[in-house]
């Protein structure tokens, strides 16, 4: 049980376009997601927390107008990079809390802008 | 969240039971600690969380210290497929706050 899935596990665009990532809580109502951004050979960064029903909360640093996070029904979260560029090529993991074992978290999505 | 401090890397024996350090020494007391995995090019893997007595599931064991300020994750047969980033993480339970990574340990198990 307890499973977040993410899609798509990997996608390469063109710089200047927008990517679409999202997460699924597939057994279990999420009303609170977590973003996370991963460089290679990095730790996961916290980017932002998602909501259901309201704003997300980013943490410092995250533009919040370039990571757009809705959190609309209690089973989906999606971020989109808008005009990815270069440098917003990483690793991104969803993730959802799950009562007493922490979280669990989705497998990821490899985002590479050319 | 308590900050922790846990070694960037760890060699370890296949076969031979991996022993992986985490200070937290800074740990509230209504604050578990938590052990996660990150096989390369995926998400974090859950392995096994306490409080304050020592726990063990089919994947390891968790000791941690009378005072709570340190704990150690054990695998007691390491193989291969245990190659892997391992964070330790403390939060108090069902407080939907956020997990902080710190920089975890890269444990590689070698055959």
């Known amino acids: 049980g307890a499973v977040v899935s993410q899609h798509p596990s990997r996608v390469i665009c063109k710089s200047g376009t927008s990517v679409k990532i999202e997460c699924r809580s597939l057994d279990f109502q999420a009303t609170t997601m977590f973003w996370y951004r991963q460089f290679p050979k990095k730790s996961l960064m916290l980017m932002a927390t998602s909501n259901e029903g309201s704003k997300a909360t980013y943490e410092q640093g995250v533009e919040k107008d370039k990571f757009l996070i809705n959190h609309a029904s209690l089973t989906l979260s999606t971020l989109t990079v808008t005009s990815a560029h270069p440098e917003d090529s990483s690793f991104y993991i969803c993730s959802a809390p799950k009562g007493n074992y922490g979280y669990t978290f989705g497998s990821g999505t490899r985002l590479t802008v050319v | 969240d308590a900050k922790t401090t846990q070694p960037p890397s760890m060699d370890c024996a296949e076969g031979r039971a991996a022993n992986l350090p985490c200070n937290h020494s800074t740990i509230s007391g209504n604050e578990y600690v938590y052990w996660y995995r990150q096989i390369h090019s995926q998400g974090p893997q859950y392995i096994i969380h306490?409080?304050?007595n020592n726990e063990t599931n089919e994947m390891a064991s968790l000791i941690i210290t009378e005072d709570r300020k340190s704990s150690t994750l054990i695998l007691p047969h390491a193989t291969l497929r245990d190659t892997a980033v391992y964070y330790c993480?403390?939060?108090?339970?069902?407080?939907?706050?956020?997990?902080?990574f710190g920089t975890g340990t890269s444990l590689t198990v070698i055959p």
């Open positions: 993480i403390v939060r108090a339970p069902n407080t939907g706050n956020q997990f902080y």
């Open positions: 306490g409080l304050k």
